[in-house]
């Protein structure tokens, strides 16, 4: 399957390189508004295929983009000193209608994988700048808090990540919902297994864990300015399950039609991701403070997307 990725910074380029060593793709295009810096990013991808799988890794403009299956967006401009939120959204949206409208003259049906931050107000964004169906216009959403929150669960129950089955709700960012009350370790809820392997969850554990999901972008940034590999990962991850139609469960952003009261708003649920993108949405069990937690969250969202129309 042939991949776009446009903005060959270091989110594109993390996400080629995951793909790259993954097995991800058969060809990956890298564009970017520096062709050098697109072209460099390629070669050196491209230098680790020969340790992983075959992959042809290209760069060049749009039209290199013809026959792409999925093009992963990830470009964006850095906010200047004293620029508010909304006007740095307000810009990221004008390079979106570009980059959308480059995109589809060379690859009309490709699906959107949007990385682009703030991602669900982006994913909004580039479905309505697309005009393709909803499902086909994904976020990466809380794909990543999600993989934190499992990995933080796992440790505390001494199991793998990979048998916790929990999300993270809502808004990719400060909003967002740790779903407690959905979460499942093997067949039990996690309260239950954690009763019977003696590591209870505790106010206290249950406190730092979200603290560790909701702060961990900020503690990355500190320490290295900005974060690409776990993002890298896991778009590399989506990506997978639209090649194989998986069907797997991921958590991703997609502009969805009614969440706790908010009409057509972009955020992530629980969704099943396949060849033609996301075919369904679930809805978990929701304690009452997370489903107040979760109509803030979609509430913010919806105001925020509103102001940049
Ligand atoms: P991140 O950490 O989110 O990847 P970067 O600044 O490293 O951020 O990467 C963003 C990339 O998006 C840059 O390489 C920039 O050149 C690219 N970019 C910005 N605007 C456009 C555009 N209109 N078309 C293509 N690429 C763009």
Aim: aromatic fraction near 4%; hydrophobic fraction near 50%; charged fraction near 20%.
């Amino acid at each position: 399957m042939k991949v776009g990725i446009v903005g060959a910074g270091m989110v594109g380029s993390a996400a080629g390189y995951a793909l790259a060593l993954r097995g991800g793709a058969s060809e990956i295009v890298l564009v970017d508004r520096s062709a050098a810096l697109a072209t460099a990013q390629a070669e050196d991808i491209a230098h680790a295929v020969p340790f992983a799988h075959p992959c042809q890794v290209r760069s060049g403009g749009y039209e290199r983009l013809e026959g792409a299956a999925i093009v992963i967006l990830a470009a964006g401009v850095a906010q200047k000193p004293g620029e508010s939120r909304l006007s740095l959204l307000s810009r990221n949206a004008e390079v979106f209608a570009q980059v959308i409208e480059g995109v589809q003259r060379a690859a009309p049906k490709a699906m959107l994988l949007v990385a682009s931050n703030p991602v669900d107000v982006m994913t909004e964004v580039a479905l309505r700048a697309s005009g393709l169906p909803a499902g086909q216009v994904i976020g990466s959403g809380t794909i990543l808090d999600t993989a934190r929150f499992r990995w933080l669960l796992g440790d505390h129950l001494g199991i793998a990540a990979q048998s916790v089955h929990a999300y993270v709700l809502g808004e990719h960012g400060d909003s967002e919902v740790l779903g407690w009350a959905s979460a499942r370790a093997g067949a039990i809820t996690v309260g239950e297994f954690a009763e019977q392997v003696h590591a209870p969850i505790t106010e206290e554990v249950r406190a730092r864990i979200d603290e560790a999901v909701r702060r961990a972008a900020y503690r990355i940034i500190e320490g290295k300015g900005a974060t690409w590999y776990g993002i890298g990962a896991g778009l590399a991850r989506i990506v997978q399950a639209v090649r194989d139609d998986q069907r797997a469960v991921l958590s991703v952003s997609v502009v969805t039609p009614e969440v706790e009261g908010v009409r057509d708003v972009a955020l992530s649920l629980p969704r099943v991701v396949g060849a033609s993108g996301v075919v369904a949405t679930l809805a978990p069990d929701l304690d009452p403070s997370e489903a107040a937690a979760l109509r803030a969250s979609a509430e913010m969202l919806k105001e925020t997307a509103l102001g940049i129309r």
